[in-house]
Nanobody, 121 residues
Framework: VQLQASGGGLVQAGGSLRLSCAAS????????MGWYRQAPGNQRELVAA???????KYADSVKGRFAISRDNAKNTVYLQMNSLKPEDTAVYYC????????????????WGQGTQVTVSS
């Protein structure tokens, strides 16, 4: 199973971007999906996560500006980022905590390759 993230780029402060992350492979179901980010010199931090049932949680710094969603039929998670700030600049990684494959195998802690988001002031 692989995660492929897309949608990063350069945007001015106050602008918007939408990240997508698609899981590929023989997947039966995915439990929680989420987005993390890592800025230079900082630890990787959770931005937002969503369970298979649609329950969400957000980092305090993005509440009210970012929205996470998922399409279970497409095994895809999205992150809509509005009112972007320069401090949102980071590499964004998608993550899944538990994937059940079609053969009943469990795969834990799967990461995407990261997509760069740069917000200019």
């Amino acid at each position: 199973v692989q995660l492929q993230a897309s949608g990063g780029g350069l945007v001015q402060a106050g602008g918007s971007l939408r990240l997508s992350c698609a899981a590929s492979g023989s997947i039966r179901s995915i439990n929680a999906m989420g987005w993390y980010r890592q800025a230079p010199g900082n630890q990787r931090e959770l931005v937002a996560a969503i369970t298979i049932n649609g329950n969400t949680k957000y980092a305090d710094s993005v509440k009210g500006r970012f929205a996470i969603s998922r399409d279970n039929a497409k095994n895809t998670v999205y992150l809509q980022m509005n009112s972007l700030k320069p401090e949102d600049t980071a590499v964004y990684y998608c993550h899944t905590d538990e994937i059940i494959t079609e053969w009943g195998r469990f795969e834990f802690d799967t990461w995407g390759q990261g997509t760069q988001v740069t917000v200019s002031s």
